[in-house]
């Protein structure tokens, strides 16, 4: 079993930066292929970046890429977003993800826990 809790959302205005984190429990956290999604009200929850354990192979949305970057500290047990650049439409619930898979996934149906969640806004 494995417990995740976002923290590091807030307000920020368009085109600042933002980082998120993500503490995990349990002790074997670096076996673990982490993800970051987003959802707005009302819509899906969409992928936007992961980290494969063992390798820590990162892969990205396209919408996302080269501005945001997903790194783990394996010895605090805990994921991180690093988000630049960020524009209005962002202005979502970004949770985090955790699944025993190994290689990149993308899916929601992907990972098996979640965290509840942290909120960004973005002000234009």
């Known amino acids: 079993q494995v417990q995740l809790v976002e923290s590091g959302g807030g307000l920020v205005q368009a085109g600042g930066s933002l980082r998120l984190s993500c503490e995990a429990s349990g002790r074997t956290f670096s076996a673990y292929t982490m993800g970051w999604f987003r959802q707005a009200p009302g819509k899906e929850r969409e992928f936007v970046a992961t980290?494969?354990?063992?390798?820590?192979?990162?892969y990205y949305a396209d919408s996302v890429k080269g501005r945001f970057t997903i790194a783990r500290d394996s010895a605090k047990n805990t994921v991180y977003l690093q988000m630049n650049s960020v524009k209005p439409e962002e202005t979502e619930v970004y949770l985090c993800?955790?699944?025993?898979?190994?290689?990149?996934?993308?899916?929601?149906?992907?990972?098996?826990?979640w965290g509840q969640g942290t909120q960004v806004t973005v002000s234009s």
């Open positions: 980290i494969t354990w063992r390798s820590d192979i990162t």
């Open positions: 993800a955790a699944t025993r898979k190994t290689g990149i996934v993308v899916l929601t149906t992907g990972y098996d826990y």
